[in-house]
């Protein structure tokens, strides 16, 4: 059997990457220890490694393709095919941030002020051409991990962040913002000329993309008569427009709707809803929306 190679990334954004996969149909089991998870489409075999690791492996040709940060791609200046930018993280459906941070009581304002200074990263290379295009001449040393921590021993770090809240926690202050990186579908180039791969990838990147559009809405199903139908009818957003059928044995009187919306609508829309008609609402969440 002909099988595609996808990379994934292991640990801070594996469950919400693995969360993805199951919505999109491909539903992934691992065991604790193992970096090969099985995966529901047997045309698909998955290895976990490092998101740091994933786009070189992809270049060179280890992986058909994989899932990895566009700063990472940025960072190992990989040279890969681009299929589709997937905007989710490991806490929120926002971008990441790398940030320049410091010591709340520290007196660096901006970049320019840590000319001649230590910064600590995982990101060496393109915070160092960050700090080379302002023409800022400063030291950057490589970050094993926990960069947070060393921020009271160098004068700055550049570290990545969803909300902000751990750099808070942990006394520091967002200087400026250096990249904004959200996870890509990438390809081997030569992958991507194969018919099949290229096909398989296309197909992962459509669910994938119609798994991420479903996370912020939901489907609705309600009955209304037809003297409220059109005020009800009025109430609803949708993809397109709402779905409207005759009920079975309720002759032209009473009609089913069906509509996708946003879950942020819901509380406010369902009460104005059951106000001017609808009964029988029903509220149901949505694995894909593919448009």
């Known amino acids: 059997m002909t099988k595609l190679k996808l990379g994934l990334p292991k640990g801070s954004l594996q469950e919400a990457t693995f969360d993805l996969f199951r919505c999109a149909g491909m539903g992934l089991t691992v065991g604790k220890r193992s970096y090969f998870p099985t995966c529901a489409d047997p045309e698909v075999e998955v290895v976990l490694f490092r998101a740091q690791e994933i786009s070189r492996y992809v270049a060179d040709g280890v992986l058909d393709g994989?899932?990895?940060?566009?700063?990472?791609?940025i960072e190992n200046e990989s040279e890969v095919e681009e299929i589709c930018e997937l905007v989710y993280s490991r806490q929120t459906l926002q971008p990441a941030r790398w940030v320049l941070a410091v010591p709340e009581e520290s007196p660096v304002?901006?970049?320019?002020?840590?000319?001649g200074k230590v910064i600590a990263t995982e990101l060496v290379k393109t915070t160092?051409?960050?700090?080379?295009?302002?023409?800022?001449?400063a030291k950057?040393?490589?970050s094993w991990?926990?960069?947070?921590?060393?921020?009271?021993?160098v004068a700055g770090i550049v570290d990545i962040t969803e909300t902000g809240s751990s750099l808070r926690a942990n006394r520091l202050r967002i200087v400026e913002t250096l990249v904004v990186s959200t996870p890509k579908l990438i390809a081997n180039k030569?992958?991507?000329k194969d018919v099949w791969k290229r096909e398989k990838m296309e197909n992962i990147a459509l669910l994938l993309r119609g798994a991420i559009a479903a996370r912020e809405k939901v489907g609705i199903k309600l009955?209304?008569?037809?003297?409220?139908?059109?005020?009800?009818l009025k109430l609803l957003p949708a993809l397109k427009r709402p779905t409207v059928s005759p009920l079975s044995g309720g002759g032209e009187e009473w009609y089913a709707v069906e509509?996708?919306?946003?879950?942020?609508?819901?509380?406010?829309?369902?009460?104005?809803?059951?106000?001017?008609?609808?009964?029988?609402?029903?509220?149901?969440?949505l694995n894909k929306v593919i448009e």
């Open 140 to 142: 950057v040393e490589f």
């Open 145 to 153: 991990g926990a960069t947070e921590a060393k921020a009271e021993l």
């Open 128 to 137: 160092q051409r960050y700090l080379k295009e302002r023409g800022v001449n």
């Open 66 to 73: 994989g899932l990895t940060g566009a700063d990472w791609i």
């Open 223 to 232: 009955n209304v008569s037809k003297t409220d139908l059109e005020n009800v």
């Open 259 to 285: 509509a996708m919306i946003d879950e942020s609508a819901v509380r406010v829309l369902i009460p104005k809803l059951k106000r001017a008609g609808a009964q029988g609402i029903i509220e149901y969440p």
């Open 109 to 115: 304002q901006s970049i320019k002020d840590l000319e």
């Open 190 to 192: 030569k992958a991507w």
